[in-house]
């Protein structure tokens, strides 16, 4: 490993030496790396640890030194071969999302030199307007392009610069749970300042939601099932919190402390159980962005209660390339920090999906490289 880590440095220094460049990444080749795959066992997968050769970038790609990823509810799902067709992810590589490095370009790249960096996008050929082809079986994590990998070959046009004020571990949270949260909020719900907003317990969709609708000028109400986690939204602009774990009838309370009104806008990921309750909590002409099924996922859309309230319903899934760009200028715009709860190394991969599972965080696990 010691000569790749004088290779890297070596790589990074060359700047616009383009042609010294090459050589070094062409020398590169000979070095091994390690990812993760996915191994089929016990009707799930478990994560095993693979030597990768150091690539080279074809036309258009460019090579990624990935420094940080991290988890969401998703990786769970595929750990558990819950997501997808079942063995799908076999052999593949996990997680959707990643920062990191350009450490070489191949012919033709014009978006991305060596030293920048980037995150990659959550749907790899979905970059403006509506998703076109093959976009849905392009998503990251639990296929070739997963990122829980040393190093990692993209497409530049699968890409996206990363803001300047963001650590790597920051910005390894954006991709998935960062995105999703800006496209129901100001994308299909046009978040307006002043307006109500139901976040639905402390994990990454939520809790970016939280910090964006915070940042908008707009008035979070967050639920949890710890008193510990609600005074820590309070410190992240929550004006309202509900236990509702507590309080079963939590949509009462988060009412109530509209004044009655209701909320404008929910940021529905709770699913089968959390659903019929929020439409309980939504006010007329409101927004729900469907988003998630941490309690199991919908089948049947309850329509009387959307009807009976003139109110809009929004499926939501990630966003494209444009979306992560305009989320990005507004993080950068407002000086927004995600929330990094817990940090693992690359060796405790593991740990870190057990950590997600076990839901012993608010907000996003990280693993760093
Ligand atoms: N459609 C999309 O584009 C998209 C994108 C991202 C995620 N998702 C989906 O959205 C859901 C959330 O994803 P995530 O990655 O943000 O999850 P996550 O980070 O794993 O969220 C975990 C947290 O959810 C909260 N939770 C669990 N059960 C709850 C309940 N009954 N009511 C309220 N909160 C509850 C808990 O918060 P407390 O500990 O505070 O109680 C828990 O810590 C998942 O189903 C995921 O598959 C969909």
Request: proline share 5%.
């Amino acid at each position: 490993m010691k000569s790749k880590i004088v290779l890297e440095t070596a790589t990074r220094a060359c700047g616009i030496l383009l042609v010294l460049c090459a050589a070094l990444a062409a020398a590169q080749q000979t070095d091994v790396l390690r990812q993760y795959r996915f191994e089929q066992a016990d009707g799930g997968y478990r994560l095993t640890l693979h030597e990768i050769p150091m690539p080279a970038p074809g036309a258009g790609e460019v090579v990624v030194r990935v420094r940080a990823v991290s988890l969401n509810r998703r990786d769970i799902y595929m750990l558990d071969d819950q997501y997808g067709a079942p063995g799908t992810a076999a052999g593949s590589v996990p997680l959707s999302d990643g920062a990191g490095e350009v450490i070489a370009v191949g012919p033709g790249v014009s978006r991305f030199a060596v030293g920048d960096r980037v995150a990659g996008i959550f749907f790899e050929k979905w970059i403006d307007g509506a998703p076109g082809e093959g976009w849905h079986a392009s998503a990251r994590g639990g296929s070739p392009g997963g990122m829980l990998s040393e190093v990692i070959v993209s497409s530049e046009q699968s890409l996206v610069g990363i803001p300047a004020h963001l650590t790597y571990e920051e910005a390894a949270t954006l991709p998935c749970a960062g995105v999703t949260a800006w496209v129901s909020l100001f994308k299909r719900g046009r978040l307006q300042p002043g307006e109500w907003v139901l976040l639905e317990g402390t994990g990454g969709v939520s809790v970016f939601g939280l910090i964006f609708a915070h940042a908008a000028g707009a008035r979070p109400i967050i639920t949890s099932s710890s008193d510990e986690k609600l005074a820590r939204a309070i410190d992240l602009g929550a004006v309202g919190t509900v236990n509702y774990r507590k309080n079963p009838d939590w949509q009462k309370e988060v009412r109530a402390i509209t004044g009655g009104a209701g909320v404008s806008q929910v940021l529905e990921v709770g699913g089968r159980d959390t659903l019929p309750k929020a439409l309980e909590a939504l006010a007329p002409g409101g927004h729900i962005a469907l988003i998630g099924g941490l309690t199991g996922f919908v089948t049947e859309m309850p329509v009387g209660p959307l009807m009976w309230a003139n109110a809009t319903a929004s499926g939501i899934y990630v966003g494209s390339r444009a979306d992560f760009e305009a989320m990005n200028a507004f993080i950068g715009e407002h000086g927004i920090r995600p929330l990094v709860d817990k940090v693992f190394d690359f060796e405790q991969a593991a740990e870190a999906f057990a950590a997600m599972d076990a839901g012993e965080f608010m907000g996003k696990i990280v693993i760093r490289l």
